[in-house]
């Protein structure tokens, strides 16, 4: 019981990071009824860190989906998940690492 209840809360977070960051990569700049704290790691918010904050929730959200989809699978797929969410918890962090660090930049 507590497996599908933590199955169903990773297929709804990560289709929510999904659906955002797909979002995000199509929009050049964040909602403007996101509060500023929601922001907080950011500073000069341009279209191209918007599209990078976009790819990094997108990476994620299928992260949060492979690894929501292991307890369901073959042995064998199991692991090319766990190996895929991997990957995609990674690239996430690094595009949202680099998506800060453009915004903090200092414009030459």
């Known amino acids: 019981m507590v497996m599908y209840l933590l199955m169903t809360a990773a297929f709804v977070l990560g289709a929510i990071l999904l659906g955002v960051g797909l979002y995000l990569t199509r929009q050049d700049e964040f909602p403007s009824w ?6 907080w790691p950011l500073v000069e918010v341009t279209p191209r860190v918007t599209h990078l904050q976009g790819w990094a929730g997108a990476a994620l ?7 929501g989809f ?4 073959p042995e064998v797929l199991g692991g090319v998940l766990v190996l895929v969410a991997m990957v995609g918890y990674l690239a996430g962090a690094v595009l949202f690492v680099y998506s800060t660090y453009l915004s903090r930049r200092v414009a030459r």
């Open 34 to 39: 996101w509060r500023t704290w929601m922001l």
């Open 70 to 73: 292991t307890p369901v699978v």
């Open 61 to 67: 959200g299928v992260s949060i989906l492979a690894i």
